[in-house]
């Protein structure tokens, strides 16, 4: 079983829909972030969480370190919101990797 | 936050040559890291390069194969020696300006494929 499960593995919705990528983690963490890589390759850090619950636009992230489970939300999605969404967590000095969720959104 | 440069972007290569992908960061940083993400997958940890001594390479990855280079606080290098197809991925460079901080900054990647 991986250290980092991200659900689902594949979204696609319309646009203007609530998004919801949930990432769940086994070990003890220092942080979780939240990253995007689109086509290109490139990666994009959103978020990095210890704790509660970050906004930046439309964008919303969310972690329980109790249940070791976080979300990260998009309000009002848009085609350009269509990338990889990686979820990470800061395992000592290492980040370990999510497998992504691919999200389609349609226009 | 650290800005990170790559060169090139992406390169295809014939099988049995090298390539040496450059990172760049724009402020000086304690840590920087290369990773592989096969097509597909999640992203491995190939290796922490480090200022001034060898590279701390992560199971299944050797110096012969992946040589990295550190020369000082802001620049590092990773060779892909040797290729073979299933060299094909993308590699990417990432820095955190102190081991002991939680944020960690992403280059724009190099995509490698190996005909």
């Known amino acids: 079983k991986n250290e980092v499960e991200q659900s689902p593995q594949n979204l696609t919705a319309q646009e203007g829909e609530f998004i919801t990528i949930n990432c769940s983690y086994s070990?003890?963490?220092?942080?979780l972030h939240w990253l995007q890589q689109h086509p290109g390759g490139g990666i994009v850090s959103l978020f990095m969480?210890?704790?509660g619950k970050k906004k930046h636009g439309r964008l919303i992230a969310t972690i329980n370190i109790q249940e070791k489970h976080s979300s990260l939300h998009i309000t009002a999605s848009h085609p350009r919101d269509s990338a990889v969404y990686i979820c990470?967590?800061?395992?000592?000095?290492?980040?370990?990797f999510g497998q992504g969720t691919r999200l389609t959104i349609n226009p | 936050s650290a800005v990170i440069s790559q060169k090139p972007s992406r390169d295809i290569c014939q099988r049995g040559t090298s390539l040496t992908i450059q990172c760049q960061v724009d402020?000086?940083?304690?840590?920087m890291f290369w990773y592989r993400q096969q097509p597909g997958q999640s992203l491995t940890l190939i290796a922490t390069?480090?200022?001034?001594?060898?590279?701390?390479?992560e199971s299944g990855f050797v110096i012969d194969k992946f040589p990295i280079s550190r020369p000082n606080l802001t620049f590092s290098t990773l060779t892909v020696s040797n290729m073979s197809p299933e060299d094909s991925s993308i590699y990417l460079c990432?820095?955190?300006?102190?081991?002991?901080?939680?944020?960690?900054?992403f280059g724009p990647g190099t995509r490698l494929t190996v005909l």
């Open positions: 969480l210890s704790s």
């Open positions: 990470a967590v800061k395992k000592a000095q290492k980040l370990v």
């Open positions: 070990v003890g963490i220092s942080a």
């Open positions: 990432s820095a955190r300006e102190r081991a002991s901080y939680n944020e960690q900054f």
């Open positions: 402020s000086q940083v304690t840590m």
């Open positions: 390069a480090n200022q001034g001594s060898e590279a701390t390479y």
